[in-house]
């Protein structure tokens, strides 16, 4: 199975900070990276697809970057409903694997 | 609009069986593959099973497979989770999700059911 390490596992930042979330894939996986945003009690909700597309209706201050086996996911200015967990996907190869999620809350 | 709405979680003991529905509404259902995703309380997310958009493949976790079974029917648009020889570590919310791409398995998830929570 391809391991994917997120870093770091949790963070806090303020209202406005740039924040950036890494995920490392144990092996390539070309860009087949997705991001996901779950907030508490919520289903988890995909924010970009292929490792730099935005998904339809997610505000334009998160962008994704990366190929092969280093990926990030960045928030350019970070809004009061930003804070929540977030996990990447691999999808290159069975089984799809998810990193083990970063927390980001409020300093 | 995409609705994915989940079924049939509850308490059962250890040892017995479970069947999870998940109604799928607002886009052509016999055109994508779904999937079963869980997570256990306060851990991450957990990928379980997916099932092709004509219903012929079918993949299942190391953790899953042999106890349970994910079928479809495209008669009442309705994906379904067999879950046999339950084990306190299936206690999970159970997430239906529908694949990222039509008819192709893309094996990401772009539409998600709010999860229903099984506990053994």
């Known amino acids: 199975d391809i391991q994917m390490t997120q870093s770091p596992s949790s963070l806090s930042a303020s209202v406005g900070d740039r924040v950036i979330i890494t995920c490392r894939a144990s092996q390539g996986i070309t860009n087949d990276l997705g991001w996901y945003q779950q907030k508490p009690g919520k289903a988890p909700k995909r924010l970009i697809y292929a490792a730099s597309n935005l998904q339809s209706g997610v505000p334009s201050r998160f962008s994704g970057s990366g190929s092969g086996t280093e990926f990030t996911l960045t928030i350019s200015s970070l809004q009061p409903e930003d804070f929540a967990t977030y996990y990447c996907l691999q999808h290159n190869s069975y089984p799809p694997t998810f990193g083990q999620g970063t927390k980001v809350d409020i300093k | ?120």
């Not at chain 2, 069986?17 to 991450?44: D, I, N």
Request: positive net charge; contains cysteine.
């Open chain 2, 1 to 120: 609009q995409v609705q994915l709405v989940e079924s049939g979680g509850g308490v059962v003991q250890p040892g017995r069986s479970l069947r999870l529905s998940c109604a799928a509404s607002g886009f052509t259902f016999s055109s994508y593959g779904m999937h079963w995703v869980r997570q256990a309380p306060g851990k991450g997310l957990e990928w379980v099973a997916v099932i092709s958009h004509d219903g012929r493949n079918k993949y299942y976790a190391d953790s899953v497979k042999g106890r349970f079974t994910i079928s479809r029917d495209k008669s009442k648009n309705t994906l379904h989770l067999q879950m046999n020889s339950l084990r306190a570590e299936d206690t999970a919310v159970y997430y239906c999700a529908r694949d990222g791409r039509v008819v192709t398995l893309n094996l990401s998830f772009d539409y998600w059911g709010q999860g229903t929570l099984v506990t053994v």
